[in-house]
């Protein structure tokens, strides 16, 4: 069990500019999470995979944010023409199957400029 | 009406004292709560899960889940400098958004000598 992997740990970029993030969950788990975090505040459901199926997406997230887990495996967050409104802390995280708790990877931070 | 809400912080008790953190939320269908530990800077870790109603107790810490009631708690007996963070609580929402753990905003606790 290696953990939650989670890369790049930060990225500064410019506002418009296309970010990807990717994470890599523990090996038997087959759901994984997104969330976003600002400073204060708990984190925010982005979406979540069961295997390759994308289950759920927030209602609040922008149509700029779009997440792949293509063959169940790894996942990629990309957000397309960033925002300052952007920068904040994602969260990766995985599960087993059921109401089982989220192991977290250590996050990407984003900072828009 | 907030999907759950934790008692405002930040909460400051000194060294060997009980801190209680408490959580309440709107979703009678939600199962399994959990709570979380976040130092600052570093994602969530898991200290406690509970799936029913009572108490559970893990070392220095008693989660109590009371569903008719819709809330949670976390009691840190003992407390320690070292317990100093933010403590998130988390559930797994009913219905449609089966499989979504929902966090709420943290409550901030220092545990000063």
């Known amino acids: 069990d290696t953990g939650v992997s989670q890369n790049p740990r930060h990225k500064i970029t410019k506002r418009g500019q296309n970010v990807t993030f990717r994470c890599d969950p523990i090996?038997?788990?087959?759901?994984l999470y997104w969330y976003r975090q600002t400073l204060g505040q708990g984190p925010e459901f982005l979406t979540y995979?069961?295997?390759?199926?994308?289950?759920?997406k927030s209602r609040l997230l922008s149509d700029r944010f779009s997440a792949e887990r293509p063959k169940g495996s790894f996942s990629t967050l990309e957000i397309q023409r960033t925002e300052q409104g952007d920068s904040a802390m994602y969260l990766c995280?995985?599960?087993?199957?059921?109401?089982?708790?989220?192991?977290f990877g250590n996050g990407t931070r984003l900072t828009v400029t | 009406q907030k999907e759950v809400e934790q008692n405002s912080g930040p909460l400051s008790v000194p060294e060997g004292a009980i801190a209680s953190l408490n959580c309440t939320y709107s979703?009678?269908?939600?199962?399994?709560f959990f709570w979380y530990r976040q130092y600052s800077g570093k994602s969530p870790e898991l200290i406690m899960s509970?799936?029913?109603?009572g108490d559970k107790e893990d070392g220095r810490f008693t989660a109590q889940l009371n569903k008719a009631s819709q809330y949670v708690s976390l009691l840190i007996r003992d407390s320690q400098p070292s317990d100093s963070a933010t403590y998130l609580c988390?559930?797994?929402?009913?219905?449609?958004?089966?499989?979504?753990?929902?966090f709420g905003q943290g409550t901030i606790l220092t545990v000063h000598p």
């Open positions: 995280a995985s599960s087993p199957p059921g109401l089982s708790p989220l192991h």
């Open positions: 090996s038997e788990h087959n759901r």
């Open positions: 995979f069961q295997n390759e199926a994308q289950l759920e």
């Open positions: 979703d009678r269908g939600s199962q399994s």
């Open positions: 509970i799936y029913s109603n």
């Open positions: 988390a559930f797994y929402a009913g219905g449609t958004s089966y499989g979504k753990l929902t």
